[in-house]
């Protein structure tokens, strides 16, 4: 087998703290140097792996051990064959994760450094504090779960005179400044309610990431970065997902983007056709695809368009009678009968399903899920066990329907969100991961 190769994992103290905007300075940076980049992505976010590719011309895949194991975590993790540096970017702070352990730890970013041996780059945001940065850096190394720690870089810096106030007491503690950002905030990426605006929305991207990587360039000591990486251990590698269906419709566009890349890649791997067709350009589902798949994404923003999409909706309900369809969140709010966007206007939807669904009176729906199916959904049978995680702002009016699966969180207690079924019709709120292998 080749060597493979050297890695970091980009982290931080908490969200917010910059290691987006570096992880994306960091592909671009290199990548321009003509290293070639593997990017992957801890936790379950779709969001992040579009910039990742983007800015390091490689695919990115989410490596997570909560609902994954350790065969899909070698699996993918063997994509960096061929780079020269892996590049993967932690979920919130370092040592973040479920109380409960998953498949293969608790979705951590320190346990994802650990299994993969790949030292921890940590992102601190210095705002408002000099010496004691150090301070967190050293308690954050010193961890009793600590991964090794290759440095810090600190961000949001004030000026020179800021940067040499923490710098010694770094030293001091043994831990190496790889480098000093200053406030920037005209780089920063624009946000929504759920993350980051996506990738396909923002026409001016590649001029961002280069602006963004050319600072973190101008900023950071990439040579002594890229050499305090390590080689990832191997492990035994094991299966991609398999394909719900041979030819497989879904939906792509900016109200329907959320879809794990590990799973696309995995049904492309096993010879299924991936038909991808617009619901905003009321484009209809191909007649001859086996399955209709709707992912997750901003369908609130666009339900008017969606509801006057006629096409596609009259492509939608014709599948419905001889083919099955499912959608995950957004996708499934789109199968039911209305969505009522934030302003309280109801938009009708496809009626595939008795969901109403409000943005009207927010609130947040967040976590990892454990799902045993009550019902058949495209590639799985009843009993099925599925990993996989929630993540909106909508709230259940009406769900007629028969549930589609027993939903836990990660510590086991019942969610209400049951998803449902009507016929070959099924949805979820969960965006499915993994099966779960136990």
């Not at 001029?207 to 990486?229: E, P, T």
């Not at 056709?273 to 609130?300: H, N, Q, R, T």
């Not at 009550?374 to 329907?401: K, N, V, W």
Request: proline share 8%; charged share 20%; aromatic share 6%.
């Amino acid at each position: 087998m080749a060597e493979r190769p050297p890695g970091l994992v980009i982290a931080a103290p908490a969200s917010g703290s910059g290691k987006t905007t570096v992880t994306l300075g960091l592909l671009r940076a290199f990548r321009a140097a003509g290293v070639a980049v593997q990017p992957f992505k801890n936790g379950p976010d779709y969001i992040d792996p579009a910039f990742h590719a983007r800015a390091s011309g490689r695919a990115s895949y989410n490596l997570d051990p909560w609902a994954m194991d350790e065969g899909l975590l070698a699996t993918l993790a063997a994509e960096a064959q061929g780079a020269d540096l892996v590049i993967a970017e932690g979920a919130m702070g370092l040592y973040d994760g479920t109380l409960t352990r998953g498949v293969a730890g608790h979705g951590t970013s320190a346990e994802l450094a650990r299994r993969f041996g790949w030292p921890v780059v940590l992102v601190i945001d210095v705002s408002g504090q000099a010496q004691s940065a150090a301070a967190v850096a050293h308690g954050f190394a010193s961890h009793p779960d600590a991964p090794p720690l290759a440095g810090v870089i600190l961000n949001r810096v004030a000026g020179a005179r800021h940067a040499a106030m923490i710098r010694p007491e770094m030293d001091r503690l043994g831990i190496a400044t790889l480098g000093a950002l200053p406030r920037r905030p005209d780089l920063t990426l624009p946000e929504r309610h759920l993350g980051l605006v996506q990738a396909g929305e923002q026409a001016d991207l590649e001029a961002r990431i280069d602006a963004i990587g050319r600072f973190v360039a101008g900023h950071v000591d990439l040579d002594a970065l890229r050499a305090a990486a390590r080689p990832g251990a191997p492990g035994t590698a094991g299966n991609w997902p398999a394909p719900p269906a041979q030819r497989i419709a879904i939906a792509r566009d900016a109200a329907f983007s959320f879809a794990y890349p590990h799973l696309l890649e995995g049904w492309r791997r096993a010879g299924a056709e991936i038909l991808p067709f617009s619901p905003l350009a009321d484009e209809a589902p191909d007649e001859g695809a086996d399955l209709v798949w709707l992912p997750g994404g901003y369908p609130e923003l666009h339900a008017g368009r969606i509801a006057g999409a006629t096409r596609f909706l009259a492509g939608l309900r014709a599948h419905a009678r001889t083919g099955p369809i499912h959608g995950e969140c957004g996708g499934y709010m789109v199968l039911g009968e209305t969505l009522i966007d934030k302003d309280g206007t109801a938009h009708a939807m496809a009626g595939l399903l008795g969901l109403v669904t409000s943005f009207e009176s927010r609130r947040l729906h967040l976590g990892y899920r454990r799902a045993e199916l009550l019902a058949p959904m495209p590639g799985h049978a009843p009993g099925t066990r599925l990993r996989g995680h929630e993540f909106h702002y909508s709230t259940i009016l009406s769900q007629p329907d028969a549930a589609l699966a027993r939903v836990t969180d990660a510590n086991g207690a019942d969610v209400a969100e049951t998803g449902s079924r009507r016929g070959p019709v099924t949805g979820s709120f969960f965006h499915l991961i993994a099966e779960d292998p136990r």
